[in-house]
């Protein structure tokens, strides 16, 4: 985790957007980092009516709702990660796609961020990207939302999720290869499904520009639900899904 960003908005209305932009090499130094932002911000040190945060992490996985057993959390992640003692594991239902989405966060963060924020209402970035998409989506697509050296990926068919993960890339070879690792998985078609973008990408980014040899149909999610304040607001697609 090297960044933490927030907005702040009426219900059709931006009125604040901020990032923190911090290098970290272990959880207390990050901790550090939280607490320093908390005690300088003044926007977070604010009332306000609603609260939501959205956690990043790249050890999830998706249960059938039919086979979720919450007495079982951990062990559906240990199935396929090496958790530590410090890693808590949180657990999202997403009652529209009828599954659970099972994750693993550090806990001193977790806890550092709910001491300022108690009463918020905590999921995965990826769980309000899922929902967001479902309302968005027309006939089967494959959306991507880039963060840092994260890369989500959801397709949908009409309503019906198809696919849902977090992949961690470092260049744009590897936003290529996991974005065309779906398309093959899922046996989509490079020509007539299309790819729709949101996060840190631009049409100048070399990964677009990649992106865009191979697929036909690409696009920046441009669907803005709020109105910025400022005359000076950024593409709406770099912070969709903080307005999710």
């Given amino acids: 985790?090297?960044?933490?960003?927030?907005?702040?908005?009426?219900?059709?209305?931006?009125?604040?957007?901020?990032?923190?932009?911090?290098?970290?090499?272990?959880?207390?130094?990050?901790?550090?980092?939280?607490?320093?932002?908390?005690?300088?911000?003044?926007?977070?040190?604010?009332?306000?009516?609603?609260?939501?945060?959205?956690?990043?992490?790249?050890?999830?996985?998706?249960?059938?709702?039919?086979?979720?057993?919450?007495?079982?959390?951990?062990f559906y992640l240990e199935h396929n990660a090496m958790l530590d003692e410090e890693d808590m594991v949180l657990e999202d239902k997403l009652q529209h796609a009828e599954t659970h989405q099972v994750y693993a966060f550090n806990r001193i963060i977790f806890e550092t961020v709910r001491s300022q924020f108690p009463m918020a209402e905590y999921r995965h970035a990826l769980s309000n990207l899922i929902g967001a998409y479902r309302q968005l989506n027309k006939g089967k697509t494959i959306y991507a939302n880039l963060i840092g050296t994260y890369i989500q990926i959801v397709v949908f068919d009409a309503n019906k999720l198809l696919f849902a993960n977090t992949f961690t890339q470092h260049s744009d070879k590897d936003v290529m290869y996991f974005i065309g690792l779906v398309f093959n998985q899922l046996e989509l078609d490079w020509k007539k499904?299309?790819?729709?973008?949101?996060?840190?990408?631009?049409?100048?980014?070399?990964?677009?520009?990649?992106?865009?040899?191979?697929?036909?149909?690409?696009?920046?999610?441009?669907?803005?639900?709020?109105?910025?304040?400022?005359d000076k607001a950024p593409a709406y697609h770099r912070f969709f899904v903080l307005t999710c």
Avoid: C, W
């Fill in 1 to 74: 985790m090297d960044r933490f960003f927030y907005l702040v908005k009426t219900e059709k209305q931006v009125l604040a957007l901020r990032t923190h932009l911090f290098a970290a090499h272990n959880y207390l130094q990050l901790q550090v980092a939280f607490q320093h932002i908390f005690q300088n911000d003044r926007l977070l040190r604010l009332p306000y009516r609603q609260v939501h945060i959205a956690l990043l992490s790249p050890i999830t996985t998706l249960i059938p709702a039919d086979l979720y057993d919450a007495a079982r959390t951990r």
């Fill in 193 to 230: 499904n299309r790819l729709v973008l949101s996060g840190e990408i631009t049409p100048e980014s070399s990964s677009y520009f990649m992106l865009k040899k191979y697929i036909k149909h690409i696009e920046l999610l441009n669907t803005a639900k709020y109105i910025f304040k400022h």
